[in-house]
């Protein structure tokens, strides 16, 4: 898997991290004065798909050796460790390495 791709999984993960799962990525759930009850649109089945997908990720990252999931919780949350800043780059680049290749084998496209 592409490193760019990597990249795209982790920012998508970062928005789920810091919104939360009730609004699924920062984006609405209803609108006023509609009731859904399902997927209706293109953008219902578009943000379900990124859901499922950040639930991959977040799984493949807590999967991780302690120091590389502390470096990706540290870079994109900002969450307090005691690394290094140079530990923290070096533990970062080998977490993304191993993203691509766990992500890869869950066939994450």
């Known amino acids: 898997m592409e490193i760019e791709r990597v990249?795209?999984?982790?920012?998508?993960?970062?928005?789920?991290?810091?919104h939360g799962n009730s609004n699924k990525l920062g984006y609405?759930?209803?609108?006023?004065?509609?009731?859904?009850?399902?997927?209706n649109s293109f953008e219902d089945l578009t943000d379900d798909m990124d859901v499922q997908q950040v639930l991959i990720v977040d799984r493949v990252i807590d999967d991780l050796p302690k120091e590389m999931?502390?470096?990706?919780?540290?870079?994109?949350?900002?969450?307090?460790?005691?690394m290094t800043m140079m530990s923290?780059?070096?533990?970062y680049q080998l977490a993304v390495a191993e993203l691509a290749t766990r992500l890869d084998k869950k066939h994450l496209i």
């Open 7 to 18: 990249k795209y999984y982790l920012e998508l993960w970062t928005d789920y991290m810091k």
């Open 28 to 39: 609405s759930n209803k609108s006023v004065g509609f009731s859904t009850g399902g997927i």
């Open 69 to 82: 999931k502390d470096s990706v919780y540290a870079t994109h949350l900002g969450n307090k460790t005691n």
């Open 88 to 91: 923290i780059a070096y533990n």
